[in-house]
């Protein structure tokens, strides 16, 4: 028998090729396998990593909710502060490093940076930056505690609101809200009408009128859609804003200024002038008389401390650096003016025992200015009574600051037109152009302009939406509840 020794040849090239190519194929699939499981791991662990991080956020979240300013996680020691993170078996798996960086004078905003890291690979980390801020009560442009009307040639930017009723005849750009759902306007006779209401003519009408507004009174429904008026329209009634919350407020102010601000005690005279400067200073006046009235010029409205609140003469004290906690008390009425540059300043003006005798007031006569207009600048004035333009406040007078008047109201005294006899308050009874940037709270009634065109003829409130979260140096806080900001993974 003859055998083919070829036939067997050929075939073990074959089983050996066939090996061969099955070995390669084999390798490469172990390999993809592998790579795969590495990457499936490593996925597994960045994710790891993220939630971590996350973990860090949510820990000091919870841990500001119990200690609202403590930003050295309670070891009263500079950062960076390490804590171990376990599974649900209490095996460590990781750790979370955070970063704090505490808010600057007067901010509420707090940035919080957690880098979360596993053991299982040292090299894989993964990091979050939080931004979170307590509001304050600077969420308005206006908010108030009476009866409001806002007259032709008023235009206000940024929302508005009053635990009473709200009536506006100018131009709203933003909400406007009322706790009412129904109220007597006090400016005429006649029903009830709605809680935020108009009377202002329709369109192409510009006309206004102190008559009952019945389209604008129960049991209209719905309500009208008066965008002319109201450009992002009309809430009522709403939950109510909590005034009371200010006078507290007020006392810790002052021990702070006594601690490490400025303070002042009674001036023995009318109180003080203050002159805010761009390099950080301010200078100090004693203001030793006011300006009397013109003969004829006198309170016939009945209202509280009427008077021109002009300064006649006063004596130059010193001039004095801003103080570190950005805080000045003034146990006395308060002047001021001037600019600042990239500053965060409180003035406040009170007396206690806190009685309606002792309510101290601030006047703002000239331009109150900043500098910057991205949250750099920040000026708060808070009066126990009211802030005021006095007689001879300039013609176009702007104010860039978040005004409180925590008993009395942010406006102008009524000062009387001419009569047929004499001249009385004028020519100071017609100022044409003031321009507020910043917010109005007022517990009584705001206004600088009368009914019978007295006061400033154009009156722009406009709202400084830096306050909301960066509000002056203690400046009154809507809740002791920190908010999400900004969430960003920048790792």
């Not at 500001?64 to 020691?77: K, W």
């Not at 599974?87 to 007067?106: A, E, R, S």
């Not at 200073?281 to 008389?289: A, E, I, L, P």
């Not at 650096?321 to 000045?328: C, D, E, R, T, V």
Request: aromatic share 12%; net charge negative.
């Amino acid at each position: 028998m003859i055998k083919n020794y070829n036939q067997k040849g050929t075939l073990a090239i074959q089983v050996l090729i066939y090996g061969a190519v099955a070995v390669i194929f084999l390798s490469g699939f172990i390999i993809w396998a592998d790579a795969t499981l590495k990457s499936a791991t490593r996925y597994n662990e960045k994710e790891s990593a993220l939630s971590i991080a996350e973990s860090g956020i949510e820990y000091y979240r919870w841990h500001l909710a119990h200690a609202a300013n403590d930003y050295q996680d309670g070891t009263g020691q500079p950062g960076p502060y390490i804590h171990n993170y376990f599974d649900k078996n209490g095996v460590q798996i990781g750790q979370f490093i955070l970063d704090i960086t505490p808010p600057p004078i007067g901010s509420t905003i707090v940035v919080i940076k957690s880098t979360g890291k596993v053991l299982s690979d040292p090299t894989i980390e993964k990091i979050v930056e939080v931004k979170l801020g307590i509001p304050s009560f600077a969420k308005y442009a206006a908010v108030l505690n009476a009866n409001v009307r806002f007259g032709q040639g008023t235009e206000i930017f940024g929302e508005l609101f009053s635990n009473y009723g709200v009536r506006v005849d100018g131009l709203a750009h933003n909400i406007v809200s009322s706790a009412l759902g129904t109220y007597k306007d006090p400016d005429h006779s006649g029903n009830s009408e709605f809680g935020v209401h108009t009377h202002k003519d329709l369109p192409p009408a510009n006309t206004v009128n102190n008559n009952f507004r019945p389209s604008e009174a129960p049991p209209t429904s719905p309500v009208p859609n008066r965008s002319d008026v109201f450009m992002a329209g009309r809430q009522f009634p709403v939950p109510a804003v909590d005034f009371t919350g200010i006078s507290a407020n007020l006392t810790k102010i002052k021990t702070d200024s006594q601690a490490n601000g400025f303070y002042a005690s009674s001036s023995g005279n009318q109180g003080y002038h203050i002159v805010l400067k761009t390099n950080d200073t301010f200078d100090f006046y004693r203001v030793t008389s006011v300006l009397n009235p013109p003969q004829g010029c006198i309170s016939v409205l009945g209202e509280q401390d009427w008077g021109t609140w002009t300064i006649s003469a006063q004596q130059f004290v010193a001039n004095y650096p801003f103080p570190a906690n950005g805080l000045i008390f003034i146990e006395d009425n308060v002047w001021i003016d001037g600019q600042i540059n990239t500053a965060r300043i409180t003035v406040a003006a009170a007396k206690f025992p806190e009685t309606p005798s002792n309510w101290r007031a601030i006047t703002v006569n000239n331009d109150l200015l900043y500098t910057n207009f991205d949250g750099r600048d920040t000026i708060g004035l808070i009066a126990q009574g009211n802030i005021n333009a006095g007689l001879q406040s300039s013609d176009f007078l702007t104010i860039d600051a978040a005004l409180i008047a925590q008993n009395g109201r942010v406006g102008r005294y009524y000062f009387r037109p001419p009569g047929s006899n004499q001249d009385r308050c004028s020519p100071y009874h017609i100022r044409n152009t003031i321009t507020l940037y910043g917010m109005i709270m007022s517990n009584q009634r705001y206004g600088f302009a009368y009914t019978d065109g007295t006061g400033y003829q154009t009156r722009n409130l406009i709202y400084d939406t830096n306050l909301l979260y960066s509000p002056p140096p203690s400046f009154p806080l809507t809740s002791d509840s920190y908010q999400i900001l900004s969430w960003d993974e920048i790792k």
